[in-house]
């Protein structure tokens, strides 16, 4: 299944309602996972083994869709509480995706720890500055 990145924009004071919004629909897809798996499990007991595995799939792209939507909240709660993101007043394009702060953000951690293992000192701003350098924008 091919997925589409949409951007829009929301107004400052709508944007907790909007991450509610998109965390609440993940529960759409994973609402009756019980019942769903529960069925699974008897086709699978009454060994139905190409339906079982219908099902399966269908279970799996439900916890999929869910995993996606979490995704793209957490990434906007990264995007929003990173120290690096500059809330920009203009377009939405002007804002780093949440893909990117969040990879920055793990770049981050992956680097202070390395960094820490080889015993040098550096302060989070050195080391934000030194992956700012070897970004390939730079």
């Not at 004071?13 to 998109?22: A, C, H, M, N, S």
């Not at 609440?24 to 139905?48: C, F, H, P, T, V």
């Amino acid at each position: 299944m091919r997925r589409y990145n949409i951007t829009y924009t929301v107004e400052e004071d709508e944007f907790v309602k909007e991450l509610r919004r998109l965390a609440s629909s993940s529960e759409e897809y994973i609402e009756n996972y019980s019942l769903d798996l529960m069925r699974a499990d008897k086709i699978i007991g009454d060994q139905d083994f190409d339906l079982a595995l219908r099902e399966i799939v269908k279970l799996r792209q439900a916890l999929a869709q869910a995993d996606y939507r979490l995704h793209d909240v957490m990434g906007l709660i990264s995007a929003l509480t990173q120290p690096t993101t500059v809330l920009a007043e203009g377009p939405a394009s002007d804002l780093p995706s949440p893909d990117v702060a969040l990879d920055l953000s793990n770049r981050f951690e992956e680097v202070k720890k390395n960094i820490q293992k080889l015993g040098i000192e550096a302060t989070e701003e050195e080391i934000m500055k030194l992956l700012k350098e070897a970004a390939p924008n730079g």
